[in-house]
């Protein structure tokens, strides 16, 4: 089983020890379809949307990663993102928020059960119970004697 993530980091090229991704930046692969003033082609030559290949070894996944790269790693690895309310820091590389997004693969739980994220703006029938209780969680409203979604919202409508 693996995970694919995308580096996103702000810095563009970087070095990852534990993907024995370190080094000289690799450089892309040519590509017809863009002439030297094609908006993807950088500085020295490089194109941001090409395979990424080792200029040494003509080897794909090589050297440093380079800006939006996507990887396949393990989930141990990858780890999972901190929770929004604080209650884990996340582990892995995922745990580098803003430097890594999780682009497939199924990610590892983190303590507490998995991560659930809000929807913006207020609670509606919309929401799955999860959300629903952890709105609510998040909120202090008691929740404890709902055991419907209805009630749920109810509970939580009635306390907002």
Known sequence: MSVVLRNVNPLGF???PI???EGPAPYLAPCEKCDPD???LLDDDRHTHDEVVDAEHGEPGSGCLVPNEEFETTPEIAGYPPAEDGSHPGAGLLAQVGNYEHVSGELLTPP???VVELPEGDPTDKW??????KYAQI???????????AELLAA???EG
Not at 128 to 133: I, P
């Open 156 to 158: 939580i409508t009635k």
């Open 14 to 16: 970087v070095d990852v």
């Open 128 to 133: 799955k119970n999860a959300q629903l209780e």
């Open 112 to 114: 507490g059960g998995p």
């Open 139 to 149: 909120h202090g409203i008691d929740v404890e004697s709902a055991t419907t979604k």
């Open 38 to 40: 094609h908006p993807d």
């Open 19 to 21: 993907l024995r991704r």
